[in-house]
């Protein structure tokens, strides 16, 4: 809640609402103006209120990019209550891409290091309008090996050409049990927090949401 006191107050507050609402959502703005002389002060909070559409229906504007990342790591065929964290992991993509992102939204996949390459990431599916079923196949025909590492930081360091077509906000979803420690010489990934840093530096406006599995150290 603000109250304005000229044209460039005004101004900058739907600046500072434009980019929350520049997030991708279907929302409806209703907007009514008034003016006032200035209350005294109060602690009292205000209210703004983004609700869904009535029908369930959401779009993703044009120039956002989503990508997500899987965890393919060794550590990822561990088990929770016999089920092995890696289809655990995709059943939540599966259902995400089946039945929370809206359909030709933008979307890319990345998972990390097989069997030749322990160290790497590959971009299984570019950047492109969403086809769950094509998605869904080719992340289920990934088959995880023991030997592979978590380069996480290496995969979030992709980010920017992997989503270099978009123009708007990236937002990565990152689905991992985050089993490395870093900094750590023996391991061939690198600190996720700088790769994150780095993306902050470049003035590359992106959001990292992460799902973690069995993920209990503080630290992590």
Same mark, same amino acid.
Request: glycine share 8%; proline share 8%.
């Given at each position: 809640?603000?109250?304005?006191?000229?044209?460039?107050?005004?101004?900058?507050?739907?600046?500072? /609402?434009?980019?929350?609402?520049?997030?991708?959502?279907?929302? =409806?703005?209703?907007?009514?103006?008034?003016?006032?002389? !200035?209350?005294?002060?109060?602690? @009292?909070?205000?209210?703004?209120?983004?609700?869904?559409?009535?029908?369930?229906?959401?779009?993703?504007?044009?120039?956002? #990019?989503?990508?997500?990342? /899987?965890?393919?790591?060794?550590?990822?065929?561990?088990?929770?209550?016999? @089920?092995?964290?890696?289809?655990?992991?995709?059943?939540?993509?599966?259902?995400? $891409?089946?039945?929370?992102?809206?359909? #030709?939204?933008?979307?890319?996949? =990345?998972?990390?290091?097989?069997? %030749?390459?322990?160290?790497?990431?590959?971009?299984?599916?570019?950047?492109?309008?969403?086809?769950?079923?094509?998605?869904?196949?080719?992340? %289920? &025909?990934?088959? $995880? $090996?023991?030997?592979?590492?978590?380069?996480?930081?290496?995969?979030?360091?992709?980010?920017?050409? +992997?989503?270099? #077509?978009?123009?708007? !906000?990236? *937002?990565?979803?990152? *689905?991992?049990?985050?089993?490395?420690?870093?900094?750590?010489?023996?391991?061939?990934?690198?600190?996720?927090? &700088?790769?994150?840093?780095?993306?902050?530096?470049? =003035? *590359?406006?992106?959001?990292? %949401?992460?799902?973690?599995?069995?993920? +209990?150290?503080?630290? &992590?």
């Amino acid at each position: 809640y603000q109250y304005t006191r000229s044209h460039g107050e005004m101004d900058r507050a739907f600046d500072r /609402l434009a980019t929350w609402l520049r997030r991708p959502a279907g929302y =409806r703005l209703d907007l009514a103006t008034s003016f006032r002389e !200035t209350p005294p002060p109060s602690k @009292e909070p205000g209210l703004i209120t983004v609700a869904s559409p009535a029908d369930g229906t959401a779009t993703l504007s044009p120039d956002v #990019g989503v990508e997500i990342i /899987l965890d393919t790591s060794g550590s990822m065929l561990k088990e929770i209550k016999g @089920e092995r964290r890696i289809d655990l992991a995709k059943d939540v993509l599966a259902d995400m $891409v089946t039945n929370r992102l809206p359909a #030709g939204a933008p979307v890319a996949v =990345r998972v990390l290091g097989d069997q %030749n390459d322990v160290c790497g990431t590959r971009l299984v599916v570019p950047l492109g309008p969403l086809d769950p079923p094509t998605v869904v196949s080719r992340v %289920n &025909a990934i088959d $995880v $090996v023991q030997e592979a590492d978590t380069p996480l930081g290496q995969a979030l360091r992709a980010v920017p050409d +992997d989503l270099a #077509g978009s123009t708007g !906000t990236r *937002i990565v979803l990152l *689905i991992t049990d985050s089993e490395e420690v870093w900094p750590n010489p023996d391991l061939c990934g690198e600190d996720p927090a &700088a790769a994150i840093r780095d993306l902050r530096r470049r =003035r *590359i406006d992106a959001r990292l %949401n992460i799902v973690g599995l069995q993920v +209990d150290a503080k630290k &992590a």
